[in-house]
T-cell receptor
Framework: GAVVSQHPSWVICKSGTSVKIECRSLDFQATTMFWYRQFPKQSLMLMAT?????????EQGVEKDKFLINHASLTLSTLTVTSAHPEDSSFYIC????????????FGPGTRLTVL | SQKIEQNSEALNIQEGKTATLTCNYTNYSPAYLQWYRQDPGRGPVFLLLIRENEKEKRKERLKVTFDTTLKQSLFHITASQPADSATYLCALDIGTNAGKSTFGDGTTLTVKP
């Protein structure tokens, strides 16, 4: 099956620093990638939709200048949390879809971000 | 307002029994509905997709039903095993923005030996 990787799997950073998370589709080309965040015992909240070569579409309430998304190729999307603060601590998960697979989302393993 | 509700935050059953999880929605007209499994600290894993014109889908020990009149999907795991213990998420897609789904809060299933 299709595999999506994320790097890093966890990161601890100081308040005010920026953190970049990579999402890669390893064995397929992803027409669209999604970024989610998930708080403990809560569901996935969609942050943005990322299409290769175009600007990301952000969900209401998500600051695009805070969460920078770049989808440089059909296999790589990055999420940069700029000037991170403790309230940004969360589990960030990406997913990818490819045309012709019934819109099944293939999820990455997630990245645990802790901002001190 | 749009809402997705999954029954009870937690469900505990005995090994070998059938687990039934519920996903109810309001103010949606989904083109299809998906069920995912999520283990602690991991990303969700796709299990089954059912379209609005389908009543039932099966895959090995899994069965999903979709009643667009009741606005409800049921997810069954037959002959449950301790390895089935996980959180199960339903997700709705209205089909106008390919792949963009809205997730329920999930039900955590524990199968006791």
């Amino acid at each position: 099956g299709a595999v999506v990787s994320q790097h890093p799997s966890w990161v601890i950073c100081k308040s005010g620093t920026s953190v970049k998370i990579e999402c890669r589709s390893l064995d397929f080309q992803a027409t669209t990638m999604f970024w989610y965040r998930q708080f403990p015992k809560q569901s996935l909240m969609l942050m943005a939709t990322s299409n290769e070569g175009s600007k990301a579409t952000y969900e209401q309430g998500v600051e695009k200048d805070k969460f920078l998304i770049n989808h440089a190729s059909l296999t790589l999307s990055t999420l940069t949390v700029t000037s991170a603060h403790p309230e940004d601590s969360s589990f960030y998960i990406c997913s990818a879809i490819t045309a012709g697979v019934n819109n099944e989302q293939f999820f990455g393993p997630g990245t645990r971000l802790t901002v001190l | 307002s749009q809402k997705i509700e999954q029954n009870s935050e937690a469900l505990n059953i005995q090994e070998g029994k059938t687990a039934t999880l519920t996903c109810n929605y309001t103010n949606y007209s989904p083109a299809y509905l998906q069920w995912y499994r999520q283990d602690p600290g991991r990303g969700p894993v796709f299990l089954l997709l059912i379209r609005e014109n389908e009543k039932e889908k099966r895959k090995e020990r899994l069965k999903v039903t979709f009643d667009t009149t009741l606005k409800q999907s049921l997810f069954h795991i037959t002959a449950s095993q301790p390895a089935d213990s996980a959180t199960y998420l339903c997700a709705l897609d209205i089909g106008t923005n390919a792949g963009k789904s809205t997730f329920g809060d999930g039900t955590t299933l524990t199968v006791k030996p």
